[in-house]
């Protein structure tokens, strides 16, 4: 896409003063317009920016009253004999209380927590965390309610139903949160329009990195430049580039709902509190995108001193209660996983034996944990000369790392190719996590005959290799070697438990459509 460089523009003469910050400018408000625009343009604007959240807010609402009112439904009619407190009780009172207040109540605690603010709708886990911290308030205030008011009430009925209204929430919001993905991934809506300032490597970085997942709806349609004209001279960009621009004007002129400052234009003093001065009113978000790359929220804190805030970033969490939860639910899981699976192991080792003469399982050394290696297990897929016809196809191998991969290997027989296509050549690898060599979740195990590991993909080695990870829900075999290590360092930098079982939940998904498995 060709680049689109524009010309400062002059002064109209509808402002009093003009700050310069670098080379974009930030006009102070004359009325009766709002910083140089008229005010009916930033309603347009501000109408743009909620276009998508309103109607998914008003479904929420309505999802989370019909899931309140369902589980009320559900443990009323579970232990009718059980609600004591209400049988002489009138019934349309009773009724009003659990169908309507009830249900009320939840959807004014969930807007009280923030569940329905759209910086958190869509990505993350903070929507998920806040119906959690809303139901704890919503349990604490019918114990309080019951208490002042000597109200006789079923206790395992107000469990059920209050246990239960948190579940259907929850995946109410899930499968919300899941269409309003594919609203993103295939038309392109339901997003956040983005213009980003600073430098042109720096706002090209943070374009790479938020349209790295169009499911996450941040969609840059325009950069800001801070370094002059020269600075993109010759270079092809995805998207306008501009300079010497007022920063409003230009969002007013793209369509943008949110302005990132990226790297170096934060550290201007003075100025990015100005430019959210600017903001206030408008329905633009201003966002700041530091130079922290691959590092997730929680180990990100914000400590203010004398109105300074600064970012602290924590160290990865590679031991403690949660590093020995995982170490047991590994194990644990491993081995039922095994006794489970026995009738599968036998009925995949009959059709390995009936499709190529040879060992069931196939055995290579693979490097884990600091540097060590172990023997993976897995299922034979392909013919007992494979290593013999591997020289003389190396000229086909389709993948720019360590690995070697071709989507249609002819050294791979029938069966083998549907045992890899539906991951189940690698379930022998439960033994490895039964043994301690290996984890359900980590980063991808590599051979141990390509010498030893230097620089970023030696910090792999810090944790476990895993069956899964999340270089397999996010591609497997159809990322580039960089993108995978990338993956694999992020999950060693920002491991938690939490985000263990989600990869664990992903990857059901990613199997059963066979995504980038050959």
């Known amino acids: 896409m060709t680049t689109s460089l524009q010309r400062p523009v002059a002064n109209t003469g509808r402002s009093?003063?003009?700050?310069?910050?670098?080379?974009?400018?930030?006009?102070?408000?004359?009325?009766?317009?709002?910083?140089?625009?008229?005010?009916?343009?930033?309603?347009?604007?501000?109408?743009?920016?909620?276009?998508?959240?309103?109607?998914?807010?008003?479904?929420?609402?309505?999802?989370?009253?019909?899931?309140?009112?369902?589980?009320?439904?559900?443990?009323?009619?579970?232990?009718?004999?059980?609600?004591?407190?209400?049988?002489d009780a009138d019934e349309a009172w009773f009724k009003t209380v659990a169908y309507v207040l009830l249900p009320l109540g939840w959807l004014i605690l969930l807007w009280a927590n923030g569940t329905y603010d759209r910086r958190y709708l869509g990505l993350g886990t903070d929507e998920f965390k806040r119906v959690m911290r809303a139901s704890v308030t919503v349990m604490a205030s019918v114990s309080f309610l019951a208490f002042a008011t000597k109200t006789d009430l079923s206790r395992l009925t107000v469990a059920t139903a209050l246990v239960g209204a948190t579940l259907l929430i929850l995946i109410a919001r899930y499968f919300?949160?899941?269409?309003?993905?594919?609203?993103?991934?295939?038309?392109?809506?339901?997003?956040?329009?983005?213009?980003?300032?600073?430098?042109?490597?720096?706002?090209?970085?943070?374009?790479?990195?938020?349209?790295?997942?169009?499911?996450?709806g941040l969609v840059p349609v325009a950069i800001h430049i801070t370094d002059g004209y020269a600075a993109a001279r010759g270079i092809e960009t995805p998207v306008p580039v501009h300079s010497g621009r007022d920063v409003l004007t230009l969002v007013r002129e793209v369509g943008a709902d949110t302005i990132a400052v990226c790297g170096s234009a934060s550290a201007e003093p003075g100025e990015l509190r100005r430019l959210a001065w600017q903001l206030e009113g408008t329905g633009i978000d201003l966002v700041v995108a530091p130079q922290l790359t691959d590092i997730a929220g929680p180990r990100v804190h914000i400590r203010p001193i004398e109105g300074l805030p600064l970012l602290h970033v924590e160290e990865p969490t590679l031991s403690g209660i949660g590093w020995l939860a995982k170490n047991l639910l590994d194990r644990v899981a491993a081995g039922l996983g095994l006794l489970i699976l026995i009738p599968v192991f036998v009925a995949i080792a009959i059709a390995i034996k009936l499709s190529d003469r040879g060992p069931v399982f196939f055995r290579q050394p693979r490097v884990g944990h600091e540097g060590r290696t172990f023997r993976v297990w897995k299922f034979r897929t392909m013919y007992v000369d494979a290593e013999d016809r591997l020289a003389s196809l190396v000229d086909q191998n389709e993948s720019d790392g360590m690995l070697f991969k071709i989507k249609e290997d002819p050294r791979v027989f029938p069966v083998g190719r549907f045992l890899r296509g539906s991951s189940l050549d690698e379930l022998p690898q439960l033994i490895n996590v039964l043994w301690g060599e290996m984890s359900l979740v980590?980063?991808?195990?590599?051979?141990?005959?390509?010498?030893?590991?230097?620089?970023?993909?030696?910090?792999?080695?810090?944790?476990?290799?895993?069956?899964?990870?999340?270089?397999?829900?996010?591609?497997?075999?159809?990322?580039?070697?960089?993108?995978?290590?990338?993956?694999?360092l992020y999950y060693v930098d920002n491991w938690s438990l939490a985000y263990d079982l989600s990869i664990l939940w992903r990857t059901v998904g990613v199997v059963l459509a066979r995504k980038g498995a050959y």
């Open 176 to 216: 919300a949160r899941f269409v309003l993905h594919q609203v993103r991934k295939r038309a392109g809506h339901a997003g956040h329009r983005m213009l980003l300032i600073g430098t042109l490597p720096e706002t090209l970085e943070v374009y790479t990195a938020v349209t790295r997942s169009p499911s996450a």
């Open 442 to 488: 980590g980063p991808r195990p590599l051979p141990a005959d390509d010498g030893d590991f230097l620089g970023d993909v030696r910090r792999r080695l810090l944790v476990r290799p895993g069956i899964t990870g999340l270089w397999q829900v996010s591609g497997r075999s159809d990322l580039s070697w960089d993108e995978a290590v990338r993956l694999d």
């Open 16 to 87: 009093k003063t003009v700050r310069h910050v670098d080379s974009f400018e930030i006009q102070a408000p004359t009325p009766p317009s709002h910083n140089g625009v008229p005010r009916s343009a930033w309603a347009r604007a501000r109408r743009r920016a909620s276009r998508w959240h309103r109607p998914y807010t008003a479904v929420l609402l309505l999802l989370d009253y019909g899931a309140a009112a369902l589980a009320s439904l559900i443990s009323i009619s579970a232990y009718d004999q059980a609600v004591s407190g209400f049988q």
